[in-house]
RNA sequence: GGAGGGGUAGCCAAGUGGUCAACGGCAGCAGACUGUAAAUCUGCCCUCUACGGAGUUCGAAGGUUCGAAUCCUUCCCCCUCCA
């Protein structure tokens, strides 16, 4: 599963020479020309089964949060095209493993959550997938199973005499996830070295139910989706196929997702859709092509020709970048209206609505408080101190203009013709203060 | 159970009685340059501050000392090897 989600980097080593035989598959074709394949097993009779018609395969996430990050996004986004060229996708909840949590790409053991925090991040994820994938029960409609459905009353005994004989232990030793904990000497428990286990049986277990034939995933889950598929012929004599999407970072090798803020959550209560859009706005230029290609749905010609502008041309990709990722996470409206916002503010100087908006109580406002304290509240400083050396430093505009004293108090007398106070920290965050 | 090694700020990591709020690197923030990019250079990067300082930090709790991240005691946790 790719339960884990972490940042992650490119690994150019690892060319893939998908150059043999044209995918003759809708699903296929379209992840491999957008750059979604990494590895896949069995390519050409995965591409044959999809020929004869609707299939189903599964994704699985942990619920060790009540929102995803874009570190999900190109698992979510596979998920979309699998429905939309006519498959039926499984959003497999990992609600079983997460009671364990995968030690991939983790040295420190995760805490455990609580039955009743998983319940909430399951609810808190479901909404995000509402928004990519059609639900229903449609042959090609997604659901969204459960694994605590089968783990939890998983007996231990009955268990490892029937599946628990496949496993290796020489060879699980092999797996990369298990592999760094051992070399880095970090630990790593027992309870999170089943966790391959648990997910091999996921797999088994959808197949039986749903008829699922394949699992995606990010590259790191490479090794547990391939014993999974390996358990279903062991056990069952099925065919299943795994696929691994690549590690997704930016072109000058640093992790993906992280900004001023922290991680570039897919819900607006925990990043609005303002600083969304701009995430993806100052996406590199390297990156501005493969990333319409992962992230938005438009046409590849048209991709091609966006990914060919030069220098400071190339901002209107970005733009187009942001605006399409943008309405498939938050909707078209508020995309443009983060557009409109984003053009107002660096383009003119102006505000705009989408952003980031205090209000202060107007008897408090007469009175003027100081800048430092109202650059904590507004959010653009964590800390007192954090709003003085940002004073200190230079980046601290009032109105768009310097503030050059610390102590520097703010009032009614800083409210522009609209009754506002436009905060900035640096060029690119701002806020406004308004009166209340 | 035995022997050895180790737990330092978001991460990695130096320090082993005072000059330590703690070298260095990464990540992050701001400034310059630009194109709201990257690269580069500069500053910041525990909290508070009337900028003179003050307060809390080095697994936890005690103790020695004028003074401890550094020494002692107990406890917790991790790693390696042995049984």
Known sequence: ????????????SIDLAFAMTAARSPFLVAAEARGFVHQCTDRDALDARLLEGPAVAYIGFDCTADSLHVGSLVQIMLLRLWQRTGNKPIVLMGGGTTKIGDPSGKDETRKLLTVDEIERNKTGIRRIFDRFLAFGEGATDATMPDNADWLDGLQYIPFLREYGRHFS?????TFDSVKLRLEREQPLSFLEFNYMVLQSYDFLELARRHNCIMQMGGSDQWGNIVSGAELGRRIDNRTL???TTPLIGTASGAKMGKTAQGAVWL???RLSAYDYWQFWRNTEDEDVGRFLRLFTELPLDEIARLERLKDAEINHAKQVLATEATALCHGRAAAEAAQETARRVFSEGATGSALPTVSVPRSELERGLPAIELFVRAGLASSNGEARRLIRGGGARLNDAAITEETRSIGAADLNADGIIKLSAGRKRHALVKAS
């Open 241 to 243: 196929f795994g696929l």
């Open 1 to 12: 599963m790719c339960y884990s989600t972490r940042p992650v980097v490119p690994n150019p």
């Open 267 to 269: 819900t607006d209560d």
């Open 169 to 173: 232990v020489n060879r699980m030793l």
